[in-house]
């Protein structure tokens, strides 16, 4: 069969989710999605506008915003009305509001709404955020959910931070990523939360190259139940 999968990743904040769709992505041949860079990319326009008190024109601006989504030499370029705003959204101004940009509910729709269309055309997808299982693509083939445990996730986070040439107190992001989880995990529209039929990692003693190995067993799984020929690389 020439049917492709959806394979669909959730999980917190440095649990290893980009890291790990990303290479499960590279492996398979298949889209690799970050929903999570287009909540980043409103969130750092709606900064730059000095709109993050101001819902309807947030709103408005996820509405009017083309967004588009490259996977170019293991990283994401993310632009916004062709505007290349990859080296903007990862920074900790951004990483603080994400959270309160991202629970609005009319920007979950649009979002989401433009997330479907871009995993709909054909499968042979790899999208990752905090919704995706449950929300976006509940039908999903293949439904991963990554968790690791705070002090791990930290350290990640901090490493992102470095390598990127930040600094930022341990603590600073450990308090980051708790706050995140609970706006995340108790926001009225599209929480985060596992569907009772997603394969669990818990990624706080795997390697990269380990837990990718969990995913890709899994969707080896799903594939030979469903007859479909993957092209691995």
């Known amino acids: 069969m020439s049917k492709n999968l959806i394979v669909a990743i959730d999980g917190s904040a440095g649990s290893g989710k980009s890291t790990s769709a990303k290479l499960v992505a590279s492996r398979l041949n298949y889209l690799y999605i970050d929903t999570g860079a287009m909540y980043r990319a409103i969130t750092f326009l709606a900064i730059k506008n000095e709109i993050l008190d101001d819902e309807k024109l947030i709103i408005s601006l996820a509405e009017e915003s083309e967004i588009k989504l490259e996977f170019v030499d293991s990283e994401t370029k993310v632009f916004v009305n062709d505007e290349d705003l990859t080296g903007n959204i990862r920074t900790v101004e951004v990483n603080s509001h994400v959270s309160d940009v991202s629970k609005i509910r009319e920007v ?69 990523l708790i706050e995140r989880d609970r706006i995340d995990s108790s926001r009225e529209v599209s929480p985060l939360t596992q569907a009772p039929d997603a394969i669990v990692v818990d990624t706080t003693k795997y390697t990269i190259d380990e837990q990718v190995n969990i995913i890709l067993e899994a969707v080896k799984k799903t594939a030979d139940e469903k007859g479909i020929k993957l092209n691995y690389n």
């Open 108 to 176: 979950r729709k649009i979002m989401v709404d433009k997330q479907r269309e871009m995993g709909s055309k054909g499968g042979g997808v790899v999208m990752e955020g905090r919704d995706i299982t449950t929300i976006v693509f509940p039908n999903a083939d293949v439904k991963i959910f990554l968790t690791a445990l705070l002090d791990e996730r930290a350290s990640r986070r901090a490493k992102e931070f470095a390598e990127n040439g930040t600094e930022v107190k341990l603590d600073d992001i450990k308090n980051n």
